[in-house]
């Protein structure tokens, strides 16, 4: 119950806010025409403005009650003045809270001052920025700055809601002076005089309304995630989609208004007087549409951001995906088909102007060439889904889920699958259909990772693909997730070599834990931003001359901003780790080695030695270069390579390369998608 009284008092400031900012921009433009100052729309707007005020003030009290109760846990406390004293003392949203109260104090003492002063433009703007000042301080609470409190994360948010303003919060005022302007019945003259602020603020509209759809989209794109399942998924999503809808119907009457009706008015008597009514109708419904998405965009601001919602069961049996579609003939013709019905559909918008077709013929064809678009195009991008399909992995890709997956695939899967996943093990050749190959083709990159989980639970049926629910934990299913998307990466790595693509950091590697010999611990993603790394994946004794290679030139390496670690692909003995690490200046894996060198086995293939038939063999010694924002950037396997870094110096210009580069975005996280 209290969540529902907080969203009705936050509509309630969120309203008078957005009202006060609207109506003052709304008589600074009606100021214009100073005969208006004598007409008793005016003077009714400028007595509203002192009780909106008070109306935010009310608001922004019951929000405080409501937000102490929701904190604290204790529905009591939103009427215990002591709480909310706690509140505003203790925490961010209390201090944000205080500075929105004295803006709005502010905000009422303008109101008073206007209404018993001289009227004069700039005070008009002066209220309307004390109002958009408090509106705007309200973004320092809002999902927007979460994550981040900086100008370029709060700005967009404050801009949406304050332009929004300007023309949601002008509308009451619009529709004032509309019936003061037209009348309310049928045949009374229209008031020329009275309906050019109307044009006026329908002019100023357009520009406004780009700028709040425009950042609009970037709010929404920082808050949803890069699938559009969110949309469909979560609560947000669906918010947000009603606010989409309701924001559609408000710009399609908008736009009827400002290019059809309002020119009406200055026509003859019967033309102004019908444009009137229409007028009149359709603004009121609009003003009722605004107040719908306001109240669509305060549940909104209430909801968790899409983007950190767990999508646990994706509701629809199937979902559109270019990548697991595309590629068909039939897939592309269809969809080429359906781009064309669609410029077609735009062009005939125009033409219908231009041409002066009937209002029926210009809404009908753009409509059903859209819809014939849709239904061509749409059916060939869908793809079977599951309610796991964007399930996020609750296993981090690392190369401990990576190296047990390894374990739980060979244990499970080699028969079917074969050794390298490529679908030929000596099962292969008894099932009707063949199992996929997994290793060459792009099965990873067109399926989710909930769409592996579902068929590692559950089965393939008529594929000979059993179920695992019941025989493997769900942290080994996602391990085996995990393990398969390893696969398909170290495939992809075949094309890295010892040279340092510039500015082409393609490979995000799995993350690792280590503890090294001189009693430090870390992990891969502790080198961000941070240091090149050079991790050694090395064999003894086999290795020995390249480790003391490597040990003598340390300081050249460390003093090109770069760690090296090694790691023992064999187990190693007290004796021998004891040899290798004397006087080691570079760090060496006293714990993760295994899980490390197994996992980084996948990326062993290269163009020369593809590897794919039998049970692999992985090189005795291998090394991989990753830049500072984590991504693999080249390889140099001695026994397929050559010399190659051998050469300390062909090696100190990789590394230079990679420092030389600019900053690059780091790989979003540590889970496959």
């Not at 600074?28 to 208006?36: E, H």
């Not at 406004?208 to 969110?230: K, L, W």
């Not at 020369?608 to 924002?629: Q, V």
């Amino acid at each position: 119950m209290i969540e529902v009284i907080g969203a009705l008092f936050r509509w309630l400031q969120l309203a008078s806010n957005m009202i006060l900012i609207g109506g003052c921009v709304f008589l600074a433009i009606a100021w214009r025409a100073r005969t208006t100052f004598n007409a008793p729309w005016f003077a009714r707007l400028e007595r509203a403005l002192p009780w909106l005020a008070v109306t935010l003030l009310l608001g922004l009290l019951g929000l405080l009650a409501t937000t102490t109760a929701q904190a604290t846990g204790v529905a009591e406390n939103a009427w215990r003045p002591g709480s909310w004293l706690e509140l505003l003392q203790k925490t961010r949203i209390g201090l944000i809270w205080k500075v929105r109260a004295a803006l709005a104090l502010l905000v009422f003492g303008v109101a008073l001052y206007i209404r018993f002063s001289h009227r004069a433009r700039w005070q008009y703007a002066l209220y309307a920025t004390a109002a958009a000042l408090t509106l705007a301080a309200g973004s320092l609470a809002s999902h927007a700055s979460a994550d981040e409190l900086s100008v370029t994360s709060v700005l967009p948010y404050a801009l949406h809601t304050v332009l929004a303003s300007v023309w949601f919060g002008g509308l009451p005022a619009f529709l004032t002076v509309l019936f003061a302007a037209t009348g309310k019945q049928t045949g009374e003259a229209t008031d020329q005089l009275g309906i050019q602020p109307l044009k006026h603020f329908s002019k100023m509209a357009l520009p406004v309304m780009i700028a709040v759809v425009a950042t609009g989209i970037i709010v929404a794109d920082r808050m949803v995630d890069t699938s559009y399942a969110s949309l469909f998924a979560t609560s947000y999503g669906w918010f947000l989609n009603t606010k989409l809808v309701l924001l559609t119907a408000i710009l399609i009457i908008a736009a009827r208004a400002r290019f059809v009706w309002l020119p009406a008015l200055s026509q003859n008597e019967a033309v102004a007087a019908d444009g009137g009514r229409k007028l009149r109708k359709w603004v009121t419904l609009e003003v009722l549409l605004a107040s719908a998405l306001v109240l669509a965009a305060t549940l909104l601001a209430n909801a968790v951001p899409a983007k950190h919602t767990v999508i646990e069961d994706w509701p629809f049996p199937f979902r559109f995906s270019i990548d697991a579609t595309w590629g068909d003939m039939s897939v592309m013709v269809r969809t080429g088909i359906g781009v064309i019905l669609l410029i077609l559909a735009g062009g005939s918008i125009l033409l219908g102007r231009r041409k002066h077709w009937g209002t029926r013929w210009r809404i009908a064809i753009p409509i059903a060439l859209a819809t014939c678009a849709l239904a061509i195009a749409l059916p060939s991008l869908a793809t079977q889904a599951f309610p796991e399909t964007y399930r996020k992995t609750p296993v981090p890709f690392d190369s401990i889920s990576v190296s047990n997956g390894a374990a739980l695939f060979t244990s499970n899967c080699v028969p079917c699958h074969g050794p390298q996943a490529k679908g030929n093990g000596v099962l292969a050749k008894t099932f009707t259909i063949q199992p996929v190959d997994l290793l060459t083709e792009p099965h990873t990159a067109k399926h989710t990772a909930g769409d592996f989980f579902h068929w590692l639970s559950y089965g393939i049926p008529g594929t000979g693909m059993p179920a695992f629910a019941d025989k493997l934990s769900e942290e080994d299913r996602w391990d085996l997730v995990n393990f398969l998307h390893a696969t398909s990466r170290g495939y992809q790595a075949r094309l890295i070599n010892p040279y340092v693509a510039t500015n082409q950091p393609y490979m995000a590697p799995q993350n690792f834990s280590y503890s090294a010999h001189d009693g430090t611990s870390g992990t891969l993603k502790d080198f961000r931003r941070q240091k090149t790394l050079l991790l050694v994946l090395f064999s003894w004794p086999e290795s020995r001359a390249r480790l003391d290679q490597l040990r003598l030139a340390h300081s050249t390496l460390s003093g090109g901003n770069t760690v090296v670690l090694a790691a023992s692909v064999n187990d190693l003995n007290p004796e021998d780790l004891a040899a290798i690490t004397a006087d080691m200046p570079f760090l060496v894996a006293t714990q993760g080695a295994q899980e490390i060198t197994r996992s980084y086995a996948l990326f062993r293939r290269t163009l020369s030695n593809p590897d794919l038939a039998g049970e692999g063999t992985s090189p005795k010694h291998m090394e991989f270069l990753i830049d500072r924002y984590g991504y693999l950037r080249a390889r140099w396997i001695p026994a397929v390579d050559g010399p190659g870094w051998t050469d300390i110096g062909e090696l100190t210009r990789q590394i230079e390369q990679l420092n030389r580069e600019k900053e690059i975005k780091p790989p979003p996280d540590d889970h496959v998608h």
